[in-house]
């Protein structure tokens, strides 16, 4: 064509005017545009764009105006002039009359918008094609990824994904190379602000490589077969060729993109990572791992797949991901991370055997010092959860050794070893721990700040009161905005208060709201705070603090606790109706709420002091009744005080109010106007002679008792209707009859309380499943004679079942109590590992609540049946170092640990604890009997005669005190008192 272009010019000369002339200008055109084609020259082009403008001007109706347009189109696109070739192809694709101009320009104009940035222009376009493709499904799929890439450009994805899901057939569109990529471009670009469940919605229609370039591939064959049957002349053959050419540059363009495969995977489950869908996620990476192993990130695909596992708890899976990464010799980016993982898993289980051993092998040859102190923080924590304080000294201590100048292993145990001390409560050796441990590390170590916090505690266990404080003043300085400057602040403010400091002390309760978020610590502020209002004698705004409380922290604080200190101050203010409306109010508010287990302790302490106050004031208008009307009675009860104190140790007497014992007895003044005084005759000058605070008459007496009496009837009157008998009557009817198992069972303790009579069974085992703990307690109580292994099954189902309620100590000494008993009868080994059980709990879990030391005197005497002495010793010293505990305790310590030396056959040491007793504990008679008895023992072994012979000597002159004890019988029965 470009050869005879002479020729077509002098042609298209010639015809000017006359038929044919169309022809020419349409094939110089042509020419042009093949020359193009040929060899790029721009020239070319556009001398074809002028020819192409020339024919539809001059032949806007001509044979060929569409196959000139259509070629102009093209024309425009090349020599860069977008709009003006998808204004041509739109004039086609609207007003000409050939089907295959129409479909080719449509594509022609999809694809210049698309692929010049111009797809949001071309909305309304795409959408003309949607709408009318209604019948034709592959059309309207190709309309849809038009639209999905539109929307997107116009960041419009709310509506591009309502398109997604007509992209369900085989048009070529939906595997077009660059439709994918800006899928997948766009998905990333939605991630990246958040928008997952969009992205991944992008990423679930990305078509794998392998499936774009099969497809085209078939398509090429499939095209290249229907070219070769079209006539290269036929409007057909430029569509044909077009799409041709089209899928062969679409497959070249798949075939030069690198795999993508895995990443599209990745990016999956990235999504499914950040929206929280963590199964999917889980496996996700896993198939990631098994699909590709030899992928370059096969290795972090487990490591994610793990981390997935650990976050849904998934015990099994997450075994069997540590197992294979481990198994995996090559994979080292993240094996630290899985040794301490597979720790932290095996604590988890609570499979103490296989964490030891585990941990215990990795420590051996540790693959660094800082892998071997996570490892030691793994072992640390899970003791610490178990409460196995005692495990936890002795695990740490020769770590102390092993990591000697190995650092950060050696912190990890000497932070460890010191805690251990405090936990229980060793507060010598805790605060001597911590204070090495502080003067060996400083602010850099993870563990400073809680070991700085930790030491102000342990010395506040010693009782060096001002060292503590001084040292939590410290904290709070150094760590402002540490999370446990609440906790600092609540001690503060009891050494504070303790010093009677009570305004200080108060602005240091009020920052415990401020610096902690834990329920405890801000429920203990608020509490001590009313207690120091009250030392202020301001009980009003004590009562206000602690509503304020309720209303604040009502869902989720100690409200029980709240409304019982509101009722109680009320209490000590004389104001005993209110107390009592307080707590009734908030029992009937709170009895159903099995969770409230404070409710339990305002339902005794009601029921019991409604009990006391009921009988004391009306055993106090007893006594002023005989007073008023038994004139022999009153005579001698005010004027004979050997009378007056038999009275008050009987049966009525005990009755009687305190403050109206001290009145009539103690209080002088009163007592003037209460004890009868004649005025008497002088005998020498007959005189009336008045007595000293003048005359009293009986009737004067009677009137001042009766107006004493008056206020005791209506004290007793006052609370009448607080009666806990009706109370809890009407509470027990209201249970039963909305089937209110909780409230029924607290109704029915209450009205227990009451009774004087053995207390009955009224529920079944079945029914105590569902109980609060303090009520199993009590149920548990009244198996213990007859049933005691029922008893012993109701303790234990406190500690399965409600293993974080302060029930749990009580059951576990009520379990102790019982396996000590069986012991004691038994003298089974087994009975006695049963009992050290349940007291070493007691004593690793709960040292911070025991109240006295039988715990610890009863796990001495354990150990030593158990021929474990020097282990009872190290208990039983702990008794005397405690501070807390002192005369009976400290004296049975002493016993105990005569004993333990003695059976180490120490007899030295052994008479030296009996002879401290002896000097130091003679206020206890029993156990100073037995001293005077293992002392007298022990002195025969030593060879003492003549030491025995004083010391039976200095027991006879205290024979009166203690010729009642057990151990009495004892020594005379061997020596002859």
Known sequence: MISVRPLLLELEERTEGKSGQDTYIFLLGLSYQDEYSEISDKDALLKAIEYYKLYIEKFPSGEKSDFVRFNLAGAYADSGQIEAAIDNYKWLYQKSESSTFRT??????????????????????????????????????????????????????????????????????????????????????????????????????????????????????????????????????????????????????????????????????????????SWESLWAYVFLYEDYPEHEQAEDFLYTAYEQARLLQDDAITEQLLSRYLEHGSFQKFRNQIVVGQAEVLSEQGRDEDLLKSVNANLENPESNVVAAQLINTVGAHYINDFAYLKLRDYMKPLLVKFQGKEPALEAARYW??????????????????????????????????????????????????????????????????????????????????????????????????????????????????????LLHRPQQAVDLLKKYVKTYGATGALSDAYYRIGMIYDRLGQVPDRFSVHTAA?????????????????????????????????????????????????????????????????????????????????????????????KKNPGTGELIIPKGGVVTPEMVKAELSALKSTYEEKALSIEEYDPQVFFSGKLQEGIDGNDLTMTMRAQMGLDMLSDEPTQIYFDLNDLKAAPPAIILWEAKKYLNDQPDVAKALYESVLSRHPHSKSVFEA?????????????????????????????????????????????????????????????????GQILQNPIWGGLDRAQAHLELGLAYRRLGDWAVAHGFFERLIVAYGGFPETVSYAYYYDLLTLEKMGENESVEQLLAEYRTRSSVLMDTKAYLLIDEKYGL
């Open 104 to 277: 080719a320009s449509r594509e022609r104009m999809a694809s210049l918008y698309i692929n010049h940035q111009l797809a949001a222009k071309g909305i309304p376009f795409f959408l003309d094609v949607f709408s009318l493709a209604i019948l034709e499904p592959d059309l309207r799929a190709e309309a849809a990824t038009w639209l999905v890439q539109g929307y997107l450009a116009a960041n419009e994805s709310d509506k591009a994904i309502q398109y997604l899901h007509y992209l369900t057939s085989d048009s070529a569109a939906i595997y077009d190379p660059a439709f994918n990529v800006t899928l997948l471009k766009q998905g990333d670009r939605l991630f990246e602000a958040g928008n997952f469940d969009q992205a991944f919605l992008l990423y679930s229609f990305v078509k794998r490589r392998s499936e774009i370039i099969d497809f085209y591939k078939l398509r090429v064959e499939d095209l290249l077969s229907r070219i070769s049957f079209i006539s290269p002349e036929s409007e057909h053959f430029i569509v044909v060729d077009g799409q041709l050419k089209a899928a062969q540059a679409r497959l070249a363009a798949a075939q030069a993109i690198r795999e993508y495969d895995v990443d599209m995977l990745w990016r999956k489950a990235r999504v499914y990572n950040e929206t929280g869908r």
């Open 587 to 679: 029992i009937e508010e709170l009895i159903s709420d099995g969770n409230r287990e404070a409710v339990d302790d305002l339902i005794v302490g009601y029921a019991g002091d409604y009990m006391d106050y009921d009988q004391t004031f009306k055993g106090s208008v007893r006594l002023l009744d005989r007073l008023i009307y038994d004139d022999e009675f009153r005579q001698k009860f005010l004027t004979d005080r050997v009378y007056q104190y038999q009275y008050m140790q009987s049966v009525d007497g005990v009755n009687v109010d305190s403050a109206l014992a001290e009145l009539l007895i103690r209080d002088r003044a009163y007592r003037l106007k209460i004890i009868e005084r004649q005025a």
């Open 812 to 876: 576990y000494l009520a379990l102790g109590d019982l396996a000590y008993a069986q012991a004691l009868e038994s003298g089974l080994e087994s009975d006695w590992n049963l009992a050290l059980s349940y007291y070493s709990i007691i004593a690793e879990r709960y040292s911070m609540r025991v109240e006295n030391a039988m715990p610890y005197l009863r796990l001495g005497r354990i150990l030593s049946e158990l021929s474990r002495d020097e282990e009872s010793i190290e208990i039983l």
């Open 417 to 534: 070893y010191a805690l251990s001390h405090l936990l229980l409560a060793e507060y010598q050796g805790a605060s001597s721990s911590l204070q090495d441990f502080l003067q060996n590390y400083d602010e850099q170590s993870p563990y400073y700040e809680d070991a700085s916090y930790r030491y102000a505690i342990a010395l506040y266990g010693e009782q060096r009161y001002s060292d503590s404080e001084a040292e939590f003043a410290k904290f709070v300085e150094a760590y402002p905005n540490s999370a446990l400057r609440g906790e600092a602040e609540l001690y503060l403010g009891d050494l504070k208060r303790d010093r009677g400091e009570y305004d200080s002390a108060l602005q240091h309760y009020i920052l415990v709201d401020e610096f902690s978020d834990n329920d405890i610590f801000v429920s203990r502020a608020a509490f001590s705070s009313s207690e120091v209002l009250e």
